[in-house]
């Protein structure tokens, strides 16, 4: 695509739920990163992928936290079991090597944990 | 990984020039420096990238001296709409692990 999709753009769940958020990144894009904002903060990284491998997933905040990423595209970020203090913007970007590794990003999706 | 250091706001009047300066000691060699702006509610979004010396592009400059060891970025004639957060970042080719600091809060008054 043109550009980093998102969705949902935003999502409203109750606590203790489950949440999947999807990134489809610029076609032809190797690397694809994850990251959250909270309300006002800066960006928090939680993990990059190269291909499928995520080499480091130590920026994934909890156990509860996790992703995946097939065919080397689209990625999903998995939250088990929400908190309120999920409550944030989560970001997916992409980039190639051949652009000099510019990170684009998405719109983000918002999630509320009510 | 290079870590990166800016201020935490700035003020500005509208048709001025902005510098914002970002310092980045342990730059890496194969390490570029790129900005982003984002704007509340969007994702960041790039601005301008360079090595060394000064690049330019229609939106700003990017001045970065001979020792690397920090960056600065210029916003000619800033407008209210330049109002943002401005990131600068070191990326390698080659490494993803890209950790974001706290970004310069931009404010430009009328």
């Known amino acids: 695509g043109a550009g980093v999709s998102q969705s949902p753009s935003n999502k409203v769940t109750e606590k203790g739920k489950d949440v999947e958020l999807r990134c489809d990144p610029i076609?032809?894009?190797?690397?694809l990163y994850w990251y959250r904002q909270s309300l006002g903060q800066g960006l928090e990284f939680l993990i990059y992928?190269?291909?499928?491998?995520?080499?480091?997933k130590s920026g994934l905040p909890s156990d509860r936290f996790s992703a995946e990423r097939t065919g080397g595209s689209v990625s999903t970020l998995t939250i088990q079991r929400t908190q309120q203090e999920d409550s944030a913007v989560y970001l997916c970007?992409?980039?190639?090597?051949?652009?000099?590794?510019?990170?684009?990003f998405g719109e983000g999706s918002w999630l509320t944990v009510v | 990984l290079a870590k990166t250091t800016q201020p935490i706001s700035m003020d500005s009047y509208e048709g001025q020039e902005v510098n914002i300066t970002c310092s980045h000691n342990?730059?890496?060699?194969?390490?570029?420096i790129t900005w982003y702006q984002q704007f509340p509610s969007q994702g960041p979004r790039f601005i301008i990238q360079g090595y060394k010396t000064k690049v330019t592009n229609e939106v700003a400059s990017l001045f970065i001296p001979a020792d690397r060891k920090s960056s600065t970025l210029s916003l000619p004639r800033v407008s209210l709409s330049d109002t943002a957060v401005y990131y600068c970042?070191?990326?390698?080719?080659?490494?993803?692990?890209?950790?974001f600091g706290t970004g310069t809060r931009l404010k430009v008054l009328a």
């Open positions: 342990n730059i890496a060699t194969n390490d570029y």
């Open positions: 076609s032809g894009h190797t690397a």
């Open positions: 970007a992409s980039s190639s090597r051949a652009d000099g590794n510019t990170i684009y």
């Open positions: 970042l070191a990326t390698t080719s080659g490494t993803y692990k890209y950790i």
């Open positions: 992928f190269q291909g499928n491998s995520a080499p480091d």
